[in-house]
């Protein structure tokens, strides 16, 4: 095994825990409610400050605009003091032209002028936030879509869709990006406005030259290559980042790996060979968006960075000259198990060794476990009425 190369990949690797991911959230079925969930800004930078703390690798987390700023921009400065006490600095801001009532028909594509303003309005309000931050992304999702056939106008909505996008592009300082992500169904049904990453690239081109596509790995259809997407992106210098879950059925949010560890590390390989083959970095922003109903909030984040870390770590070891050796040649075992073996190995002793030297827990989970957090913030938290849970799923 080759440590100095898992050293290398995982003193670069980071990934950014999201706020929502600490707070209640279920299905829409119903939500079980946690007595030690965050209800808070401030917890939930609490709860990502441990993960971080613990790990080493969280330095940000993703905030959504309509759930952790009750008052705007104005809250910004409130939210960036309580993340520095909490070990941690805002990361990505996601607007939120999904949950008022107002959107019942789309946001950017809504028929209705003054909804689309509105709309506009709030992603502004957005940079602005994140500008105020010192975060770069703003990552854009959007809902938009129809549930039956003939009932809207995908043409003009298109047409919307790339006004809206490069009217906020303007907003944007020179540092600063936006990532347009993309989701084939749900909530919308019959079609969405950014059903895909090709309809995600063409609007993000179209906004202008600071746009990205966001890539959530669990917004695919069933059995769709993920990483032949993730390296046609990065050939055309249009990949963003990412979201990353897991999934069995649809959107299911579920811990990354836990279905299909070996579809990560197939993505991880992929920007490996890229930054081999360039000699350069790929600038792409590592991202989990998870809600876990029925995990721990905190140790399933801890599980998560832990598994991503394994991951990157394997796909870290293929040999790229090897691997173009045996592509020249077309041996294709030789190539194949490259991977395969690289996606064997166990690299937890070289992580643990790893953590260790950098006076991290080498065991990050049995840390926690040790650390009587949870039991604090459970008494802390608990009781509390049903109403302060998070209004998210
Ligand atoms: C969407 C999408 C967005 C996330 C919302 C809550 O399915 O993944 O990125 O912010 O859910
Ligand atoms: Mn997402
Ligand atoms: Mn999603």
């Known amino acids: 095994m080759n440590t100095d190369r898992i050293v290398r990949a995982l003193d670069s690797f980071r990934i950014e825990l999201p706020s929502w991911g600490f707070a209640n959230t279920g299905t829409r079925f119903g939500k079980f409610l946690q007595p030690a969930a965050a209800a808070t800004i401030e917890e939930k930078l609490n709860d990502a400050g441990q993960v971080h703390a613990l790990t080493g690798v969280c330095p940000t987390v993703a905030l959504h ?3 952790d700023f009750p008052r705007g921009v104005d809250s910004a400065h409130d939210v960036s003091a309580l993340a520095s006490r ?25 028929p209705d002028k003054s909804i689309r303003d509105h709309a506009l309005q709030h ?17 854009l999702w959007f809902a938009d879509g129809s549930n039956y056939p ?46 895909d990453w090709g309809m995600a690239l063409l609007l993000a081109r179209a906004a202008g030259p600071q746009a990205r596509v966001l890539v959530d790995t669990g917004h695919h ?20 980042g990412f979201h990353f879950n897991d999934r069995r059925y649809a959107d299911d949010d ?12 197939r993505i991880f390989r992929e920007i490996f060979h890229f930054e081999w083959e360039t000699n350069a970095r790929a600038d792409v922003a590592f991202m989990i968006d998870q809600s876990h109903n029925l995990k721990g909030k905190i140790e399933a984040m801890i599980q998560t960075v832990t598994v991503a870390q394994e991951l990157y770590a394997k796909a870290a070891l293929v040999d790229h000259d090897a691997l173009a050796a045996g592509q020249a040649r077309s041996d294709i075992v030789a190539a194949e198990s490259l991977l395969q073996d690289a996606f064997a190995t166990d690299v937890r002793p070289a ?20 650390s009587g957090y949870l039991q604090r913030i459970t008494a802390e938290r608990a009781g509390r009425a049903e109403a302060a849970s998070s209004s998210y799923a």
């Open 254 to 265: 579920l811990t990354i790996g836990s279905i299909d560890p070996y579809q990560v590390f």
């Open 351 to 370: 992580i643990r060794e790893w953590r260790t030297a950098r006076r991290l827990p080498a065991d990050p989970m049995d840390a926690f476990r040790q």
């Open 123 to 139: 992603t502004k309000d957005s940079v602005a936030i994140a500008r105020r931050l010192k975060s770069r992304d703003v990552s």
């Open 86 to 110: 909490a070990g941690v600095q805002p990361g990505s801001i996601n607007p939120n032209v999904f949950q008022d009532q107002i959107y019942k028909f789309g946001s950017f594509g809504n």
């Open 65 to 67: 605009v309509l759930w």
């Open 221 to 240: 259809y069933l059995s769709q290559n993920i990483e032949q997407i993730v390296a046609w992106l990065l050939a055309e210098d249009m990949l963003g």
């Open 150 to 195: 003939g009932t809207a106008n995908i043409r003009q909505r298109r047409r919307w869709f790339e006004e809206g996008l490069r009217a906020l592009h303007r907003e944007l300082a020179s540092d600063q990006r936006m990532l347009v992500e993309y989701k084939p169904f749900e909530p919308a049904f019959y079609h969405t406005d950014i059903a």
